[in-house]
């Protein structure tokens, strides 16, 4: 048990110094953020006009890492400015557990949750999956990727072609391997490169995903 708090104490370090090393970081993750902000050559065609466009997200208010105690989650409000923007429906993805606790203690809930695989189920669901030819898929870093209720819709919804454009918000991290496993649960979609956000910017920097949406052809 104590062995257990002391790797988690040490895992919590390292996250929080790695989150600290924000200058180190900064150029990788601007440069992260700006090949991301680009398209794949190859499937960067979005045809707007067509495309009848969801967002699925998870995002966790409370408290949370450089932005205090907030009433909604960094990713909602990206998800928010995508759907003022282009006019889109939006998924929610709301686990059946909560997650409302210290953030000390969810991220080593989260941490956990990970190192089982665990797949905790969500509420509700989307009517009509097939009507929608474009998936923005949105949600907080945990640990390196999407938190895995994430993975729950992932095996929920077959989202095989059709074009899929992950974002996430973070501290650091930039995509981390989101895109990468979005790419493993659908290996048979059209997943574009991707856009990562600070957490702590996104309340001051609608700018940057409208610019973001511009470039996609929204
Ligand atoms: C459980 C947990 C794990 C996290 N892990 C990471 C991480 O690995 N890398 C990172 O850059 N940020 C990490 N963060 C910070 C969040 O990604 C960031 O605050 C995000 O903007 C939260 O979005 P939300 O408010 O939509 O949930 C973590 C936050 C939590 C709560």
Known sequence: MRKAKSILMILSALFCISCSQSNANNKQNENNEKQTNGMNTQNSQIETSKDKVLVVFFSQAGEQYSVGNIKTGNTKIVADYICKYIGCNQFEIKAEKSYDMSYNDLIKLAKQEAADGELPAFKG??????????????????????????????????????????????????????????????????????????????????????????????
């Open 125 to 218: 669901k989307i009517e009509n999956i097939d009507g929608y030819s474009t998936i923005f898929i949105g949600g907080p870093v945990w640990w390196g990727t999407y938190p895995q209720v994430m993975f729950t819709f992932f095996k929920e919804y077959d989202l095989n072609n059709k074009t899929i454009i992950p974002f996430t918000t973070h501290e650091g991290s930039g995509l981390a391997s989101c895109v990468d496993d979005v790419k493993k649960a659908y290996p048979n979609a059209n997943v574009l490169n991707g856009f990562a956000m600070y957490g702590h910017d996104v309340r001051s920097n609608e700018k940057k995903v409208i610019d973001w949406l511009k470039k996609l052809g929204f």
